[in-house]
T-cell receptor, first 111, second 117 residues
Framework: GESVGLHLPTLSVQEGDNSIINCAYSNSASDYFIWYKQESGKGPQFIIDIRSNMDKRQGQRVTVLLNKTVKHLSLQIAATQPGDSAVYFCAERSGYSTLTFGKGTMLLVSP | NAGVMQNPRHLVRRRGQEARLRCSPMKGHSHVYWYRQLPEEGLKFMVYLQKENIIDESGMPKERFSAEFPKEGPSILRIQQVVRGDSAAYFC???????????????FGQGTRLTVV
């Protein structure tokens, strides 16, 4: 069936660097995408979303880029901080269907 | 405005017992979703409910698992005759009714960690 997957299982960066987490999706009908952050022992926390009629959306220190041509989504975190260490999931939705999650990328930020 | 509340946070059951997981959605939210997460894996969709209706249960195992979202009270995910393979974190999410074609994000609870011994 359709699936959402991530390229890198673990990303290690230094504090202050910019981080880029990538996600590939296969359902061409997906029209809504969300990035979630999950810290150890906690539930997923909404970070930012983007609809398919956009290719870029910015939040506070985060930017999501959507390339529908190659079905690719990325999350950019500026000036990464130790508190950003977590597992990051992309999720996609088609119409009013439920969210489908990828496996996740662990971001490790070293001081 | 309280977030999505799940209880208990941790649940230990012996093989063959029943597990009941509760989820109270955010105020004003009428859509509830249940997901299961195994260690170091993503969230797997189980079931999507609205008040008194199951909208999509394509992710639910055919046996032993059931879910409800009554008119009053929390949503319940029930697992009968638990086995060790049921050990996982179970997350509930809620979202408000969609309006004007907007697709809103789902907000997650802190999860219930079920351990079957």
């Amino acid at each position: 069936g359709e699936s959402v997957g991530l390229h890198l299982p673990t990303l290690s960066v230094q504090e202050g660097d910019n981080s880029i987490i990538n996600c590939a999706y296969s359902n061409s009908a997906s029209d809504y995408f969300i990035w979630y952050k999950q810290e150890s022992g906690k539930g997923p926390q909404f970070i930012i979303d983007i609809r398919s009629n956009m290719d870029k959306r910015q939040g506070q220190r985060v930017t999501v880029l959507l390339n529908k041509t190659v079905k690719h989504l990325s999350l950019q975190i500026a000036a990464t901080q130790p508190g950003d260490s977590a597992v990051y999931f992309c999720a996609e939705r088609s119409g009013y269907s439920t969210l489908t999650f990828g496996k996740g990328t662990m971001l490790l930020v070293s001081p | 405005n309280a977030g999505v509340m799940q209880n208990p946070r941790h649940l230990v059951r012996r093989r063959g017992q029943e597990a009941r997981l509760r989820c109270s959605p955010m105020k004003g939210h009428s859509h509830v979703y249940w997901y299961r997460q195994l260690p170091e894996e993503g969230l797997k969709f189980m079931v999507y409910l609205q008040k008194e209706n199951i909208i999509d249960e394509s992710g639910m195992p055919k046996e032993r698992f059931s879910a409800e979202f009554p008119k009053e009270g929390p949503s319940i995910l029930r697992i009968q005759q638990v086995v060790r393979g049921d050990s996982a974190a179970y997350f509930c999410a809620s979202s408000p009714p969609t309006s004007q074609g907007k697709r809103t994000e789902a907000f997650f609870g802190q999860g219930t960690r079920l351990t079957v011994v």
